[in-house]
């Protein structure tokens, strides 16, 4: 039976602005297994990313249980969070969110920094190499295109072996080109490493190539016949 | 990858920012490594001028106090005048080890310094001025040939500025009186280098002061004797005790305002360079806030990006510190100038002194800037949100 890493149960997540209270995700329940390709659809503000930064510990959840490979973590102190996205969850931002100021080699190299594992150069030149970069290891991000910084991302979240990467909106600053090449890291990953991925997308091509797909509406989590999409 | 390389590269992405904070950290570096190397150096080097002069206690014409200061580390003219029945009156006392009686007087010189015009110190003295001064020694030459002989022995740099060798004859002007040069001191590095010393009796001849003096120079046999004799002497009519411990307060007062002076602006300087500290690594932190919180996707704590801005600061305050003590050790002859150009009296030798020990404390004092100037900025940063930073530019 495969692992069950991430379990949200009625997970819900509101966020307070002065005037209102906004809730981006309700009730959501959701079983993420060892090897998932999930892709989670929806329209722009259905909470996407806010259900991708509730599992991914970016932020702490309002309501409901979060349990990341058993252990419940919804009212967890921010260290235990941390401890987590050192080492068990990765992620892939639209923007890519590269360190302008370091080298791809320094940009995959940093979560190893931070968690304090032994920063193996090979491994990063390694993991850019499987990205296709093993020719642009000490460039700059402003010397690399968009689909290449995208892949040093996707290398940055892979290098510490994560037990789950969360993709918000990977192909949405690439062309239709680079995107395929991200499609078909992403399918890779997953088929030939078993790694689990999670990606936010409007893309769906990418959707279809996830072996679930979930949509999201208005926070809620809708069957896919009575979605718009 | 370690902290300290991500904060360099950082710091290296807005070159010009980071440089012009590097100078603003340096110049306050410097002027604190220039006030505290003047502290330093103005006490030693009077403490110096004052050890030379050879004697514990000066007697001197009734007036004013700084005045009477002056001519004890200056030789400065256009003093009052005592009678030398004074003199006369004191020599016996078995208390005295040393004494020297001067009659000092300067001569306006239109020719002097090319023709720009220099006054000329003249001293009248005693053979027992040699006696306060043993380390004086002839470079070439002797003493007078008798004691109110026209004859001059003349300080080392007043033989230099005129050119003069021993047998040479020198123009006393205003007063049309010719001296034949006997001897030339050698170089004491005080103010008697400056001076033309002839006998006491000629002195009071040719400048018309019979019977006069400017100073007794008094070294006692022993200093614990110091505060009765100069009680004993203030029932004298007409003269004033001055004693080392007084010309040293009396010099020190009068930098003192200068000091405090450079104190507050040596204060306003550091200030000033820790909130343009501050102020640079907090723009920083706003320009990186979505950096920032990407970091903490990747799983830095609060800690690791603490340590990270923390550190920025801290090289900025290294740099600004190694080029602040290199300014304050390359611009020390410059400091030395302008305050020679602004203080009333100031001792001659090295007037800014630059200890190993000064720089280190001067470095430290940088570092712990840089702690302090770091702090808000850094915790800033450390408290952002993850989502709220990533999400923050969108």
């Known amino acids: 039976m495969k692992e069950c890493i991430i379990k949200a149960e009625k997970l819900t997540k509101t966020y307070k602005l002065p005037a209102e209270k906004i809730l981006a995700v309700r009730e959501i329940d959701l079983d993420i297994y060892d090897g998932d ?13 806010t259900l991708l930064d509730s599992i991914g510990c970016l932020t702490t959840i309002s309501e409901g249980k979060l349990f990341i490979l058993g252990k419940d973590v919804s009212r967890a102190k921010e260290s235990t969070l941390v401890t987590i996205r050192r080492r068990f969850i990765s992620f892939v931002f ?59 991302s996707i290398a940055r979240a892979l290098v ?70 | 990858m370690k902290a300290l390389s991500v904060a360099y590269k950082n710091l290296k992405r ?5 440089v012009l904070t590097i100078v603003g950290v340096g110049v306050a570096v410097a002027v604190l490594v220039s006030l505290f190397g003047f502290d330093a150096g103005y006490q030693r080097s009077l403490n110096n001028d004052i050890d030379k002069l050879g004697y514990h206690i000066l007697v001197t014409a009734k007036g004013c106090p700084y005045e009477a200061a002056t001519l004890m580390l200056k030789g400065g ?4 005048y005592m009678e030398d029945d004074v003199y006369k009156r004191i020599l016996n006392d078995s208390r005295i080890d ?43 030459g002797g003493w007078f040939s008798g004691p109110d002989s026209d004859e001059a022995i003349m300080g080392y740099e007043a033989a230099e500025v005129e050119q003069r060798l021993v047998g040479d004859q020198i123009f006393v002007p205003g007063i049309n009186k010719v001296l034949t040069v006997k001897g030339i001191f050698q170089r004491t590095g005080t103010q008697d280098d400056g001076i033309i010393f002839i006998p006491l009796s000629t002195a009071q001849n040719i400048f018309e002061l019979p019977g006069k003096l400017t100073g007794i120079g008094i070294k006692l046999k022993n200093i614990q004797d110091m505060a009765q004799f100069e009680e004993d002497l203030y029932n004298v009519p007409g003269i004033q005790v001055i004693s080392l411990a007084q010309v040293r307060g009396t010099i020190l007062n009068l930098v003192g305002s200068a000091r405090a002076m450079a104190n507050s602006i040596a204060l306003i300087a550091i200030f000033i360079a820790i909130i343009s500290v501050t102020n640079t690594i907090l723009m920083s932190v ?65 007037l800014v002194l630059i200890k190993p020990a000064l720089l280190a404390l001067s ?7 840089g702690l302090i100037a770091g702090t808000y900025p850094a915790l800033r940063a450390s408290l952002m949100k993850p989502v709220e930073a990533i999400r923050s530019g969108e």
């Open chain 1, 37 to 49: 390709f999930i892709a989670i659809m929806g329209p722009s503000g259905s909470g996407k990313t």
């Open chain 1, 94 to 152: 639209q923007d890519f969110l590269l360190i302008p100021s370091l080298t791809a080699l320094e940009n995959v190299l940093l979560p190893l920094h931070f968690a304090r594992l032994p920063q193996e150069q090979r491994k990063a030149v390694e993991v850019l190499k499987r990205v296709g970069l093993g020719h642009r290891v000490n460039h700059l991000p402003s010397q690399l295109s968009g689909g290449e910084k995208q892949r040093v």
């Open chain 1, 160 to 229: 510490i072996s994560p037990k789950l990467l969360l993709a918000d909106e990977p192909t949405g600053n690439l062309d239709t080109k680079n995107s395929q090449e991200i499609f078909d890291i992403f399918k890779q990953l997953n088929e030939q490493d078993g790694l689990t991925i999670v990606v936010a997308t409007h893309n769906s091509k990418l959707g279809s190539l996830a072996k679930r797909m979930i949509i999201i509406q208005d926070g809620r989590i809708i069957p896919r016949e009575k979605s718009i999409l």
């Open chain 2, 14 to 18: 807005k070159k010009i920012r980071t």
């Open chain 2, 77 to 80: 003219g256009g003093l009052r």
């Open chain 2, 98 to 140: 040393k004494i020297a009686p001067q009659l000092v007087a300067s001569v306006y010189n239109q020719e002097g310094q090319g023709g720009r015009g220099a006054f000329a110190l003249y001293m009248g003295i005693e053979k027992t001025y040699l006696y306060l001064k043993p380390w004086s020694e002839f470079k070439s």
């Open chain 2, 286 to 350: 706003f320009e990186r806030t979505r950096e920032i919180g990407v970091m903490k996707a990747l799983g830095a704590s609060a800690a690791d990006i603490f340590k990270i801005i923390w550190m920025e600061t801290i090289l900025i305050c290294i740099f600004g510190g190694i080029f602040g003590v290199a300014v304050a050790m390359f611009g020390s002859s410059a400091v030395e100038y302008i305050i020679r150009q602004t203080l009333p009296y100031a001792p001659t030798g090295k």
């Open chain 2, 363 to 369: 470095f430290l004092a940088t570092v712990v800037m």
